[in-house]
């Protein structure tokens, strides 16, 4: 676990990749380089507004690494609809626990939680809710490791999942992942799709034999339960994939009824886990 801790660290001002857009002259720059910022940072000049765009933290980094059965994967949750209530990232010109990884999980963590808050997340007939009666803010982190597909604001997906994702799967092992988003579900897809059976052992590959192209649509397989394996050697892996849960994603999904396809995934996976 300690080797994760390690890995997640390296998010902080990580140059792994940077977005690239094209400049007026018709050349590619970079935005926010990594550089910058840790100069900026180092210097005092940092601002909110730099590490802090709608609530979503720059650095998605929610975990310090510890052992979950259970495992969130985001793409990029928040908004800044709060009238105040995150907490700020930056204090005199630098990052707030650059030199202190837990503490600086600690404030993303609690950012997270007003948002899923604000969202009703924790209420009764929603998603966590629905995972367990006695999962409440308090304690939410003690249950689940989150993480985000996209480890940076400028994050490339591909890039992002080779070097972290696909490490935090593997080095965790949960017994069941939630993958929010087509994003994420479509790395897991590339990763780890030759051994990802629904509960009848059908490949998703023979599943969607007809229409291939729809294994990468979220809607499609939202709340279903599928197992995958990350090598031979190891137990099953769980996964429900799920459309996004903001606002705009939630009401998109089948039959406008998210929660009834979710829990139908849940209640399958509670049955295996009984057998």
């Not at 730099?50 to 929610?62: E, F, L, P, Q, T």
């Not at 990763?191 to 990468?216: C, Q, V």
């Not at 979220?218 to 709340?223: A, Y």
């Not at 994603?249 to 089948?254: D, F, G, L, T, V």
Request: hydrophobic share 30%.
């Amino acid at each position: 676990m300690n080797d994760l801790k390690e890995d997640l660290k390296k998010v902080i001002f990580c140059a792994e990749c940077l977005f690239k857009e094209n400049g007026g002259d018709g050349r590619i720059k970079r935005t926010l380089d990594a550089g910058v910022l840790k100069s900026k940072h180092k210097d005092g000049q940092l601002k909110e507004s730099d590490i802090d765009s709608k609530g979503k933290a720059r650095y998605h980094v929610y975990s310090t690494g510890g052992k979950r059965n259970f495992m969130f994967i985001m793409e990029t949750p928040g908004n800044k609809k709060n009238n105040g209530r995150f907490i700020d990232y930056v204090e005199n010109g630098k990052l707030k626990y650059k030199d202190d990884f837990d503490k600086y999980v600690e404030l993303k963590q609690k950012n997270f939680l007003i948002w899923m808050n604000e969202l009703g997340l924790f209420n009764d007939g929603n998603i966590v809710h629905a995972i367990n009666e006695d999962i409440i803010s308090e304690n939410f982190f003690d249950r689940f490791h989150v993480t985000d597909v996209r480890k940076c604001a400028d994050g490339i997906t591909k890039t992002c999942f080779e070097t972290y994702l696909k490490n935090e799967i593997e080095i965790l092992n949960p017994k069941l992942i939630f993958c929010f988003g087509g994003q994420a579900w479509n790395q897991i897809l590339k990763k780890y799709g030759s051994s990802i059976r629904n509960l009848n052992a059908e490949k998703i590959s023979d599943k969607f034999s007809k229409f291939p192209y729809e294994i990468t649509k979220i809607s499609k397989v939202h709340g279903e339960l599928f197992e995958f394996k990350i090598n031979e050697n190891s137990d099953s892996v769980y996964i429900i994939p799920c459309i996004h849960f903001s606002g705009t994603a939630r009401n998109s999904a089948p039959r406008n009824s998210y929660m009834d396809y979710f829990k139908k995934g849940l209640t399958e996976y509670r049955g295996k886990q009984e057998k």
